[in-house]
């Protein structure tokens, strides 16, 4: 009875689904010409070890690797949102290359205003995160505010966005954790961390790949919905008005004097 459940939110006004024929134009500014048609998938993070990005780029030559094998050509492309120098995390440059997938990874490392992140999320097929711990994940649900599906391991608060919790549904793909660590310092302990591999993340890109036209707009109407309602801003604004406003009256109410004696 201590606790109650206040998930963040995102304005609606900063995040939010462009038309499509913008999508098509934006597409062209920010990939090239001749890429309008390309699958694009988004990660936006720090480069650092929890975040897993060389992993990711681990999963990714899988998958450009299975697309050729499968269809015939790499009309394909990961945005990665970070520094791929941060003293945090691995080279991604030298990853990129040593994976051969340099050619298909677009990183972008610059400071960027609401507006132009809006149009990464709004071009981008898939959001991904693939953090081996991750509180809530903000990323996943800017990109769900404008339909744009997500990839996410079930930690964390990953999951409450992934998996609607109403029927068990996913916004995407929930990739389910494989095996744990248990690690920790002097700081904290102990603390789990969950993976999932490199193969099962490379095998839901290739699930949303495949979806069709039809089934990726329907995922898309489905993902804007669950982040509207259930990541309401009003929703969280009153939320936190009434939890304070409880406490506040609870504490009062049965708030009880200490009488100090001297012995």
């Given at each position: 009875?201590?606790?109650?459940?206040?998930?963040?939110?995102?304005?609606?006004?900063?995040?939010?689904?462009?038309?499509?024929?913008?999508?098509?134009?934006?597409?062209?500014?920010?990939?090239?010409?001749?890429?309008?048609?390309?699958?694009?998938?988004?990660?936006?993070?720090?480069?650092?070890?929890?975040?897993?990005?060389?992993?990711?780029?681990?999963?990714?030559?899988?998958?450009?690797?299975?697309?050729?094998?499968?269809?015939?050509?790499?009309?394909?492309?990961?945005?990665?949102?970070?520094?791929?120098?941060?003293?945090?995390?691995?080279?991604?440059?030298?990853a990129a290359e040593k994976l051969g997938v340099n050619e298909s990874v677009w990183f972008s490392s610059e400071r960027l205003e609401f507006d132009k992140i809006n149009v990464l999320y709004n071009i981008s097929?898939?959001?991904?995160?693939?953090?081996?711990?991750?509180?809530?994940?903000?990323?996943?649900?800017?990109?769900?505010?404008?339909?744009?599906?997500?990839?996410?391991?079930?930690?964390?608060?990953?999951?409450?966005?992934?998996?609607?919790?109403?029927?068990?549904?996913?916004?995407?793909?929930?990739?389910?954790?494989?095996?744990?660590?248990?690690?920790?310092?002097?700081?904290?302990?102990?603390?789990?961390?969950?993976?999932?591999?490199?193969?099962?993340?490379?095998?839901?890109?290739?699930?949303?790949?495949?979806?069709?036209?039809?089934?990726?707009?329907?995922?898309?109407?489905?993902?804007?919905?669950?982040?509207?309602?259930?990541?309401?801003?009003?929703?969280?604004?009153?939320?936190?008005?009434?939890?304070?406003?409880?406490?506040?009256?609870?504490?009062?109410?049965?708030?009880?004097?200490?009488?100090?004696?001297?012995?």
């Amino acid at each position: 009875g201590k606790v109650n459940f206040i998930p963040h939110a995102v304005p609606e006004e900063i995040y939010y689904e462009l038309p499509e024929s913008e999508k098509a134009e934006m597409r062209r500014q920010v990939l090239g010409p001749g890429k309008e048609d390309w699958f694009v998938g988004i990660w936006i993070n720090r480069n650092a070890k929890r975040k897993r990005p060389n992993d990711l780029l681990w999963a990714w030559k899988l998958f450009m690797d299975n697309l050729e094998k499968t269809h015939g050509h790499r009309k394909a492309c990961l945005i990665m949102h970070t520094d791929p120098l941060d003293g945090e995390g691995p080279n991604l440059f030298a990853a990129a290359e040593k994976l051969g997938v340099n050619e298909s990874v677009w990183f972008s490392s610059e400071r960027l205003e609401f507006d132009k992140i809006n149009v990464l999320y709004n071009i981008s097929d898939f959001c991904i995160n693939v953090s081996l711990a991750e509180g809530f994940g903000l990323g996943t649900l800017e990109a769900m505010m404008g339909g744009t599906p997500i990839i996410t391991p079930k930690t964390g608060g990953l999951t409450r966005q992934v998996e609607d919790h109403r029927d068990g549904s996913h916004n995407g793909v929930a990739l389910p954790i494989e095996y744990k660590t248990l690690v920790g310092s002097q700081g904290v302990p102990y603390i789990y961390e969950d993976y999932v591999s490199a193969e099962t993340i490379s095998d839901a890109i290739m699930k949303l790949y495949s979806l069709s036209p039809e089934e990726k707009r329907d995922l898309s109407k489905k993902v804007k919905e669950y982040a509207k309602t259930q990541f309401n801003i009003q929703d969280t604004v009153d939320d936190w008005h009434s939890t304070l406003s409880e406490c506040i009256e609870s504490f009062k109410n049965g708030y009880q004097a200490w009488r100090c004696e001297e012995l």
